[in-house]
């Protein structure tokens, strides 16, 4: 009986250690999905900083001609 116990427990101990590895690799793969999103998000931030940039350049320059006898 007691070895039976023992097949169970090292049964359930292998199961384990498969679901922390597994686990670990999908860990890693959000990290990395993770650093590629904050990649994408830096670079639609850039670009609409941008744009944000040309609007207050049309804006800027709207309000100088508009000054102007």
């Keep these: 009986m007691s070895l039976e116990l023992f097949n ?7 199961n384990a ?3 922390i590895e ?4 999908e860990a890693e793969e959000l990290r990395e ?9 830096d670079e639609w931030e850039r ?3 941008g744009l944000l940039g ?5 804006e ?5 001609t508009s000054q102007t006898p």
């Design 54 to 58: 040309k609007f207050q350049e049309i």
């Design 8 to 14: 169970q427990l090292e049964q359930k101990v292998q």
């Design 33 to 41: 999905e993770n650093t590629r999103l904050k990649q994408e998000r």
């Design 17 to 19: 250690v498969e679901t």
């Design 22 to 25: 597994m686990l670990k690799m």
């Design 47 to 49: 670009r609409l900083n």
């Design 60 to 64: 800027d320059g709207n309000g100088e």
